[in-house]
């Protein structure tokens, strides 16, 4: 039996429809007639459809946040190789990952690192476990998220662009070196990380240390209290190691080079170990 099937399932349906519980609409029919054959208890029945309904309203919440959320389906803690980052403690990760605290007191995380080190990686995979522990989440490139700033200031509408991103806990800003060095720009970002400050949580990318940050904020009083904001209330992950893909690039072909070696030594010692071929 589908649907809130049964007598009175009809007006059952309208009135589920009006309370918008599609969960319940859906199973009640099942579940009346199981709790019928059974001989349930009024309040186990009751308990059965609204439990279905909080468990399936929280996984569209869930896939709701991961979707507006643009982080990188596949990059996830589960495929982080922490091995290859001697400098990043997984402990350290893991306690950001599950214990959310954090985002309420708008502390921030700073990743650095040189390209390919895996800071893009570990940022998606932060943010996914935030997003499995309930919190909402947004992941962009620093310049794209500073022309869109710029665009609503030219618009006289920043204050409003600025309030939409407070309903992140965690603001991602993927890339901040990449940032054009225009003075406009930049002091957006600046107004950002102002309007965030203590408040609301920034994961910022950089391949470039503080000390060269002076260059993507143009003004050197703007980018130390820029850094002297960021840096506050923050973890700061160092991936000071060398390209994760051209490293396992590398050893794919080390590894690679014996493997022919051995196929040719195995082939010929099969070649000289055959019998001969017997003349006929
Ligand atoms: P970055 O943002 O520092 O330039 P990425 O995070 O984009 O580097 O990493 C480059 C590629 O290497 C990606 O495909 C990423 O998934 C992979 N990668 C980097 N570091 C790791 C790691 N420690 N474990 C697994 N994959 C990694
Ligand atoms: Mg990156």
């Not at 308990?47 to 389906?73: G, K, T, V």
């Not at 407070?166 to 890339?175: A, E, G, M, Q, V």
């Not at 940032?179 to 965030?196: C, G, K, M, N, P």
């Amino acid at each position: 039996m589908s649907g809130a099937a049964g007598s009175g399932g009809g007006r059952m349906e309208l009135m589920l429809n009006d309370l918008r519980l599609p969960t319940i609409k859906r199973l009640a029919g099942d579940l009346c007639a199981q709790s019928d054959r059974e001989g349930w208890p009024g309040h186990r029945l009751l308990e059965a459809l609204l439990e279905h309904e909080l468990a399936e309203r929280e996984a569209r919440r869930l896939d709701r946040h991961r979707a507006e959320s643009s982080l990188s389906p596949d990059k996830r803690l589960s495929s982080f190789d922490f091995a290859a980052v001697p400098g990043v403690s997984k402990a350290q990760v893991m306690a950001l990952a599950e214990g959310t605290e954090w985002l309420d007191r708008g502390a921030n995380v700073l990743l650095f690192g040189p390209p390919g080190a895996g800071k893009s990686h570990l940022v998606n995979a932060l943010g996914h476990a935030l997003i499995d522990a309930g919190r909402r989440v947004l992941f962009t490139r620093c310049s794209d998220l500073v022309q869109r700033l710029q665009a609503a200031r030219r618009d006289l509408r920043l204050p409003q662009e600025l309030a939409k991103l407070d309903r992140f806990d965690l603001l991602i800003l993927d890339d901040l070196s990449y940032v054009r060095r225009d003075q406009a720009e930049t002091s957006v970002l600046f107004e950002l990380i102002a309007e965030r400050y203590e408040h609301k949580s920034l994961a910022i990318t950089a391949n470039t240390p503080f000390s060269q940050w002076g260059e993507v904020f143009v003004e050197p009083a703007m980018t130390l209290a820029a850094v002297d904001r960021l840096v506050h209330h923050s973890t700061i992950l160092e991936m000071n190691v060398e390209s994760y893909r051209r490293r396992t690039a590398q050893a794919a072909q080390t590894a690679q080079t014996p493997v022919r070696r051995t196929r040719v030594t195995a082939a010929t010692a099969r070649a000289v170990a055959a019998p001969p071929i017997p003349a006929t």
